[in-house]
């Protein structure tokens, strides 16, 4: 049981450029949440999904876009990469959406835009 | 308006001292959920504790305990007799109704520990 994954754990990428961060959970979970963490911040909620086709925008989703074909994927793209973007990002689950499941983080992706 | 404030942006104590980490949250929600997050140096998100609203029992384990207080909407995290190893960004969090039967994870900026031997 490997919980929740993100690949990669780095990337660098130029302004511009696009790239999908991968997010998988082996707990068939229904909900997934994408965070982005800045220096000295909380998390932050980009998009969430409460099931496979569903996702809602969260407090920060310029910028990005989700999809949800399956229960275990649920990938965060960047299609014009802005140094504003330079982040961690988190990947997370839960059992459901009611607010007593604690969430399972993803160990995190470094990004940097140059 | 900030639902979560973690007023202690850096907090620096000796090894086997006590130390709380603050925690105030604002929600209109009669039921809610508060949780504590720890993230080490080594980046990973570490779930530590959940309590809902209707329980304001203090909790103690090992060497952590937490204090709820919905009078002063507070729930303060309390590590005794500290170790290095406690050292890292410990989050606050609140969980609250979104719109109907969602949920979402509202964080605080995080409490910087460094415990020093």
């Known amino acids: 049981n490997a919980g929740v994954t993100q690949t990669p754990k780095f990337r660098i990428l130029k302004i511009g450029q696009s790239m999908t961060l991968q997010c998988t959970q082996d707990?068939?979970?229904?909900?997934m949440y994408w965070y982005r963490q800045d220096p000295g911040m909380g998390l932050k909620l980009i998009y969430y999904?409460?099931?496979?086709?569903?996702?809602d925008k969260g407090e920060v989703p310029n910028g990005y876009n989700v999809s949800r074909s399956t229960t275990e994927d649920f990938p965060l793209r960047l299609e014009l990469a802005a140094p504003s973007q330079t982040s961690v990002y988190f990947c997370?689950?839960?059992?459901?959406?009611?607010?007593?499941?604690?969430?399972?983080f993803g160990p995190g992706t470094r990004l940097t835009v140059t | 308006a900030q639902k979560v404030t973690q007023a202690q942006t850096e907090i620096s104590v000796v090894e086997k001292e006590d130390v709380t980490l603050d925690c105030v949250y604002e929600?209109?929600?009669?039921?809610?959920?508060l949780f504590w997050y720890k993230q080490p140096p080594s980046g990973e998100l570490v779930f530590l504790i959940r309590?809902?609203?209707?329980?304001?029992q203090n909790e103690i384990s090992g060497r952590y305990s937490w204090n709820f207080q919905k009078s002063t909407s507070s729930f303060n995290f309390t590590i005794t007799a500290s170790q290095v190893v406690d050292s890292a960004v410990y989050f606050c969090?609140?969980?609250?109704?979104?719109?109907?039967?969602?949920?979402?994870?509202?964080f605080g900026k995080g409490t910087l520990l460094t415990v020093n031997p």
């Open positions: 707990m068939n979970h229904n909900y």
């Open positions: 309590r809902n609203s209707f329980d304001e």
């Open positions: 969090a609140l969980s609250e109704r979104s719109g109907g039967s969602n949920y979402k994870l509202t």
């Open positions: 999904s409460v099931g496979a086709g569903i996702t």
């Open positions: 929600t209109r929600d009669t039921t809610y959920y």
């Open positions: 997370a689950s839960s059992a459901a959406g009611k607010s007593s499941y604690e969430q399972y």
